[in-house]
């Protein structure tokens, strides 16, 4: 008896800092986004990309570290790796140009739509059956996305296309990820 209320104890405690690491993890990127914003107003997109790059390198330190650095270089399919990267590269880039010219609220309703982006990628690219219920599914969270960020007339000027080819980048590294699935996390992050 004594086991099993210890037992559900612990499994609540891990479900809870599960939870709350879901929460700081999701208000960190808000604040990645939020300070971006702020950044490229007074520096170019490229130092913003390049300080935003040397922070995640500091973080991941300890964890190239543990790995051992040359297992970053022991990397099975390159190609899909170095096309990740470039896709991440893209949309990283894309976001903050896009942020420079157009409100915060107006480049989340375009990187929202990411799942139409990974759903129709993974039917192209992972031969993945992806029916009308799901493009339903998906279409409707969308226009839920909209409803809720109420995007500006600014949303639909030459400048969004940042932030249409940077989300579509987004939903594409989304599939390289899941085709590089193999590869290990510290990897994966650090290129």
């Known amino acids: 008896m004594a086991q099993t209320i210890a037992r ?16 700081a993890g999701d208000f960190m990127f808000a604040l990645n986004d939020a300070m971006g ?3 490229v107003a007074s520096f170019s997109v490229g130092q913003v990309v390049l300080i935003r790059s040397i922070g995640a390198f500091i973080v991941l330190g300890p964890m190239i570290a543990n ?27 894309l976001f903050y140009a896009a942020v420079v010219h ?11 739509a990411g799942p139409i982006y990974v759903a129709a990628l993974s039917h192209l690219l992972l031969g993945e059956k992806v029916g009308w219920r799901r493009w339903l599914a998906i279409l409707v969270g969308f226009c839920g996305v909209l ?16 932030a ?6 987004f939903g ?20």
């Open 8 to 23: 559900n104890f612990t499994i609540r405690n891990m479900l809870l800092a599960g939870i709350l690491l879901m929460l």
């Open 164 to 169: 249409l080819i940077g989300s579509v980048a």
């Open 147 to 162: 409803i809720i960020l109420k995007p500006s007339s600014a949303a639909f000027s030459l400048s969004s296309s940042y």
């Open 102 to 112: 157009l409100p915060l609220a107006d480049v989340m309703s375009f990187y929202m």
């Open 37 to 39: 914003k702020w950044l």
């Open 172 to 191: 594409f590294a989304i599939i390289l990820g899941r085709l590089l699935r193999g590869t290990s996390d510290t990897t994966l992050v650090t290129w």
């Open 67 to 93: 790995q051992g650095a040359g297992k970053l270089f022991q990397m099975e399919r390159p190609v899909l790796q170095l096309l990740r990267v470039v896709a991440t590269t893209l949309d990283t880039g």
